[in-house]
């Protein structure tokens, strides 16, 4: 819709579009977009560890590339919508970056349980947060 010279576009409307499109690749394809973004995040100083988790990983289809994320520097968050443009325009398909930081206990455990590391720039860090994921959901069942 045109409104004052002004394209209005209906954002809603292309999520839900976006949400309902599913994508199959052979394992080759797969392979060929991991390496792509792997060589995106090894060049992003701030990211120190990346992993793609979810459906993607799976022979059948897919909604969307599941990429959790380690992020340092002074601004985070700016870095995670930055990574959300950028890595879906590289791939022409939309790539849900989750920054695991402060994430969860549950979700840590769920990403780090099952994944594909594309970045581990910083050495203990993925076991690091698993370990506090899971001692945190031990505290948390035993003190009830």
């Not at 992993?51 to 520097?73: C, E, K, M, T």
């Not at 989750?98 to 594309?118: D, E, T």
Request: glycine letters at 4%; aromatic letters at 8%.
């Amino acid at each position: 819709m045109l409104l004052g010279g002004l394209l209005k576009v209906d954002t809603k409307a292309l999520e839900r579009r976006e949400f309902f499109t599913y994508h199959e690749m052979s394992a080759q394809k797969k392979e060929e977009l991991l390496e792509m973004l792997k060589k995106a995040l090894e060049s992003k100083e701030e990211v120190k560890l990346a992993v793609i988790h979810g459906s993607f990983l799976s022979n059948g289809p897919f909604r969307d590339i599941d990429l959790a994320v380690y992020i340092a520097g002074s601004d985070p968050l700016d870095t995670l919508l930055n990574l959300r443009v950028e890595l879906s325009e590289l791939l022409d398909l939309h790539v849900d970056v989750r920054m695991i930081n402060q994430a969860p206990a549950w979700f840590i455990r769920k990403v780090l349980g099952s994944c594909i590391i594309l970045v581990n720039k910083q050495p203990y860090l993925m076991e690091g947060l698993l370990k506090s994921a899971l001692e945190w959901e031990w505290r948390t069942k035993n003190s009830a």
